[in-house]
């Protein structure tokens, strides 16, 4: 299993949104806001070449969405989804499977585009998109808390194509495929999927956004988007504790420089990031 960073961009968010009861005077020490209260953060995802699989962890944003919409999140970069898979040479074609941790926005929104007669399709025409009926389905009629998060032209159309598959929702970890763990989480958004790689004695866990960054690894520090704020703490604590028991890897995927890290507990007793971790040379 060869694993590989794909860079889609930036976009911002609101600070206190996303460093939730934590106060500014702490939070923006870590990453400073800009005039607006606005922070950067990255939408990092994963190329997972598994045999002859390759397998596409979250897609970013996109590029279909209008003014408007830019003028909220102010994506920015100069990598796309489709050029980071072009730098790894490879072109849409070549993607066999999208695992989609959530249907937010931020991470569904590449999933689906345009094509020339105005019509959304997959971006990954070869490609079988991976979800579960319980999370698709609280996407499809949102809450009044996250309706602006679940865009139905990011997902809708992959149904709609027949290329949607649903993973069944377990308590327990799932064993997708050899080396491919699920976990299924509560506290951002409901079913959210955390997919876990293991090889070689090394035990890769994908944040998502249960832990968006290295900035919120501190306890307290759960964002405000969540629903269950109390559910994050536990499925976070789950990660961190497994992180310096059994040496599991943190991967983040809105971390604005990090992306991946060990965790350490210190003299306190509480848990800090230990040193950054370079996967493409743990996963080859």
């Known amino acids: 299993m060869r694993i590989k960073l794909i860079d889609t961009g930036y976009f911002k968010l609101d600070g206190g949104a996303m460093f939730g009861v934590v106060p500014k005077s702490m939070w ?8 607006h209260n606005l922070c950067t953060w990255a939408m990092r995802c994963l ?18 969405q209008g003014d408007k919409f830019r003028s909220h999140f102010h994506p920015h970069g100069d990598m ?23 249907l937010h926005f931020d991470h569904v929104g590449g999933a689906v585009r345009y094509n020339e007669k105005g019509e959304l399709i997959p971006t990954f025409p070869n490609a079988v998109y991976w979800s579960n009926e319980a999370h698709y389905n609280w996407a499809y009629y949102p809450n009044a808390r996250e309706k602006a998060s679940f865009l ?9 194509a027949g290329v949607l598959k649903f993973l069944d929702v377990q308590k327990d970890d799932l064993e997708w495929m050899p080396g491919i763990k699920v976990r299924f989480v509560y506290g951002h958004t409901e079913a959210m999927m955390v997919p876990i790689f293991e090889q070689g004695g090394h ?22 988007y969540d629903l269950r704020p109390l559910d994050t703490m536990r499925e976070k604590g789950r990660m961190l504790e497994d992180g310096v028991d059994k040496g599991h890897y943190l ?3 809105h971390d604005p420089v990090t ?26």
């Open 28 to 35: 923006q020490r870590l990453n400073p806001p800009d005039e």
């Open 47 to 64: 190329l997972v070449e598994h045999g002859d699989r390759k397998i596409l962890v979250d897609t970013g944003i996109g590029d279909k």
């Open 80 to 102: 796309t989804l489709l050029s980071s898979l072009k730098a790894e040479g490879l072109a849409p074609e070549d993607i066999t499977d999208v695992f989609l941790t959530h």
């Open 152 to 160: 139905q032209e990011n997902f809708v159309p992959l149904k709609e």
């Open 203 to 224: 035990t890769l866990v994908y944040c998502a956004d249960v832990i968006p960054s290295s900035f919120h690894i501190g306890m307290p520090y759960v964002m405000s």
């Open 251 to 253: 991967f983040f995927e």
């Open 259 to 284: 992306s991946c890290v060990s965790v350490s507990r210190n003299e306190r007793g509480r848990i800090d990031r230990g040193e950054e971790i370079d996967i493409e040379q743990l996963f080859v």
